[in-house]
């Protein structure tokens, strides 16, 4: 059975979970994916395990996760040598995706403008914390920073205690999917009039789209936003939490569910 993205090659700088997961989901589609990793060490997340712990003895359960359907070569993006390897590679190539802190690739020869002069119908996909200009651009975007900035850990917190983090990678995974369909929307374009672009996706505005009611709420209320207390049940959801003292365990439900001996 054919695939959709069949045919389509896509060079991938990516690392750690944005990138990487994009490139993935883009492969489950039928692109060859080419990763493209550091000499020496890889994806970081090739160091990383859960539990000290690693599949079949040597393999990250962190790189395994976002890394299927891809093919991975490890490079010396400092080299000359491997930048004419690269641009060569660029020609027979429809897309470009990395997610290294804006400027870092374009200094080394593989920018936007740097694509485009051997391959003018490129797709250069960009991933940051913040945005590739402005007053945050210097400054790191890691997956929990953006859930604090945006609010988001004190959305899933209760109002009674500390701010709660998400207990997954929301903000790096929402970019992922904001790369994707960017990417594909683009090479629809492209279809249309031959034409490549660059694609910019922030971690920052696909989290804070993510939390859009809240903000639409607390700006025309002009007020503060508070998570309710654990006894209160959140107005935005339509469930709730709820403790089952007989059973010893938690359950989610619909508000409209009538519970025995919940709390």
């Not at 059973?247 to 001996?261: A, I, M, S, T, Y």
């Amino acid at each position: 059975m054919n695939k959709a993205l069949e045919g389509v090659r896509i060079l991938d700088f990516s690392h750690l979970l944005q990138g990487p997961f994009a490139t993935q989901l883009l492969g489950d589609m039928g692109a060859d994916v080419i990763k493209i990793e550091r000499s020496g060490a890889g994806d970081m997340f090739r160091g990383m395990t859960f539990f000290a712990k690693w599949v079949g003895g040597s393999e990250s359960p962190n790189f395994l996760a976002w890394n299927r359907n891809k093919r991975s070569i490890a490079l010396n993006l400092k080299s000359r040598k491997v930048h004419a390897i690269i641009m060569d590679m660029a020609k027979k190539a429809d897309v470009v995706v990395q997610n290294f802190r804006p400027g870092v690739l374009a200094r080394l020869g593989y920018g936007y403008e740097d694509f485009k002069a051997v391959n003018p119908a490129i797709i250069y996909c960009s991933g940051s914390g913040y945005g590739e200009e402005g007053p945050y651009v210097e400054r790191p975007g890691q997956d929990m920073l953006i859930q604090g900035l945006s609010g988001l850990i004190s959305n899933t917190g209760r109002g009674d205690q500390a701010p709660v983090p998400a207990g997954a990678g929301l903000a790096d995974q929402i970019g992922a999917m904001n790369m994707v369909y960017g990417i594909l929307s683009a090479l629809y374009y492209r279809e249309k009039t031959g034409k490549g672009q660059k694609i910019e996706v922030n971690l920052l505005a696909g989290m804070l789209a993510h939390l859009n009611q809240e903000y639409v709420a607390v700006l025309n209320s002009r007020r503060g936003f508070r998570a309710p207390e654990f006894r209160h049940r959140p107005p935005r959801h339509a469930g709730a939490v709820r403790y089952l003292p007989s059973e010893g365990r938690w359950l989610c439900v619909d508000r409209h569910e009538p519970v025995q001996d919940a709390v």
